[in-house]
């Protein structure tokens, strides 16, 4: 006899004792803030499950595999993407949100989303769309994360967008100018009152840093662009250099220096755990709208650690981000996205049809946010193949 799905549902329920308990300053999905347009609920999956499917299956998504996070996708196929970073930063958010009680499934959301609106070329692709935009409102890509989830993805027939719960879209919208936070509602008053984000945002945003720290080391020093002896001058590194080295004096370094980068991210994600377990016992919320109304995050590092986790941020500015090979990659990409913008504005026919006819529907301020939308979708190689197509016609 086929049953219905509430029956199974009980039954599951009844055989498995629930072992996953929220806690009460979570989001919990009954009570928040729900979906702009209001939909049935899922049969088997929670609401926040349901949007980290979405965004798993979105456009967007597939696309951050063959975007830059700091090196450009073609120079090498172990570097990370923002598709693996994006991977990444869930990871760690996962194992912080279990250890704290928090929503796993929202802050897993959040992650994979966190990056959707990033440009080719990473943030020198950024920079530059934002020089381009500069008279046009500019370009900001967390707000251009919340707008591919809002209303660029076309895939539902009921609703521009994805539809997500507004939990998820507080954690996209990480920042956000004041003029821009004003056209927001809601999302964007937290911005102008200077309120907090639930937990899961706080987390997902420091996850990220944790990530991307942890894996430019790994990343400079493939490409040979930062050393063993530079970073062993870093004390969050040396420490576990040293304890390593002692430990295993014989080890080849590629070994040696992964054992210190899964030491380094252990050390910092305990460090997050504990300190923030005590930040909520100290202030104990009593739901997400106490923590939204708290004076800061609780969710952090201890003073040692943040100023460990920040020397070693700085010191990737200053000797990676800012590195003469990867400044000259990124003044050459500048110059494409510069190039490509120019080139769409003055033709909009050289760009697919649904974009065209949306650039010609608008004034110059709408017809320069379509080319935006446009440019920040592409991939580090689509946006190389239509340089080369635009200017350099019959190559
Ligand atoms: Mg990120």
Redesign the pocket.
Known sequence: MRRSARFYRARIRELMPAVEVLAPYAAHEDSGGGRRIPEPPATYRGEYQRDRDRITHSTAFRRLVYKT?VFVNHEGDLYRT?LT??LE?AQIARTVARALHLNEALVEAISLA??LG?TPFGHAGQDALNECMRDHGGFEHNLQSLRVVDELEAKYADFPGLNLMYETREGILKHCSARNARELGDLGKRFLERRQPGLEAQLVNIA?AI??NNHDVDDGLRAGLLSLDQLREQALFGEHYDEVRHLYPDLEDRRLTYEVIRRMIGHVVNDLIEHTSAMIAARSPKSIDEVRAQPGPLVGLSDEVFGLHSNLKRFLHENLYRHEQVRSMNDQTQIMIGVLFDRYMADASQMPRWFEEQAASGNTAGKARVVADYIAGMTDRFAIAEHTRLTEPGA
Do not use: L
């Open positions: 996070q923002r970073h994006s930063v966190h990056d990033h990220d990530a991307y």
